[in-house]
């Protein structure tokens, strides 16, 4: 089966559930894969949702409540069995609905919203796990493909100006307001982008880790399209 993730080193691509969360990290692997094709009508329940902010947090009562015809049902039925299986994990899922997400423009020279490369970095030894049903998907990269932003000497420079302060809290200072989290691609970066309908765990940045977090980003929505997430 071509899965369109064959060749992409960190990827590991699995048939169930079980394997998504029993599957080691190791390696070059920081992502793991459930690669389905799903049945039903995601856009129905879209269309039905209501949007009471850029982004909505649906709950399932919400879910449970919408009249659907029988493939927006089944589409339904996916994402409630999704929720369980990431709540029975001990997960605590959360269904979005997304017409875009807060954008970080106070500094010109970098951004720290999700729209950037980016890793999640946890206390706990947890992962990111993500599932696009409708709508543009989220992308990753190789860590070998990217810079870290606080390396780059032009930005580096810049932060520091923006600090002004001691050079032994300058580090502190790049981890507590997130700099030290975003990644810029090289030249030659190819991202992969996720996909529609599988369910996706990414390795996180966390003290337990056994290897280098997944770096990701939010895609550019597309005009007038929204996008239902499931993510924690």
């Not at 649906?58 to 049902?73: I, P, R, T």
């Not at 002004?164 to 810029?184: M, W």
């Amino acid at each position: 089966m071509d899965n369109g993730f064959s060749d992409c080193n960190q990827i590991a691509v699995v048939s169930a559930f079980s394997k998504l969360v029993d599957t080691n990290f190791q390696g070059d692997i920081n992502a793991i894969c459930w690669y389905r094709n799903l049945v039903g009508d995601f856009s129905e329940i879209v269309s039905k949702l209501q949007l009471k902010d850029n982004l909505t947090e649906v709950s399932m009562e919400d879910l449970y409540a919408l009249q659907l015809s029988e493939e927006g049902n089944m589409a339904r039925e996916i994402i409630l069995s999704d929720f369980q299986l990431l709540t029975d994990f001990g997960a605590s899922p959360s269904l979005n609905l997304i017409k875009s997400y807060q954008r970080d423009d106070e500094l010109d020279f970098i951004s720290t919203d999700v729209y950037s490369y980016h890793v999640d970095r946890s206390p706990i030894g947890s992962d990111t796990f993500l599932c696009t049903y409708y709508g543009a998907a989220s992308e990753i990269l190789a860590n070998n493909q990217v810079e870290q932003k606080i390396l780059v000497p032009e930005i580096r420079q810049k932060l520091k100006e923006l600090h002004n302060g001691p050079e032994a809290e300058f580090e502190t200072f790049l981890t507590e307001h997130y700099f030290d989290l975003h990644y810029q691609p090289k030249p030659y970066a190819r991202p992969v982008n996720l996909g529609l309908g599988h369910l996706w765990r990414l390795a996180v940045d966390h003290p337990e880790k056994q290897t280098l977090p997944c770096i990701h980003r939010a895609p550019t929505e597309k005009n007038g399209e929204y996008r239902l997430l499931l993510i924690c």
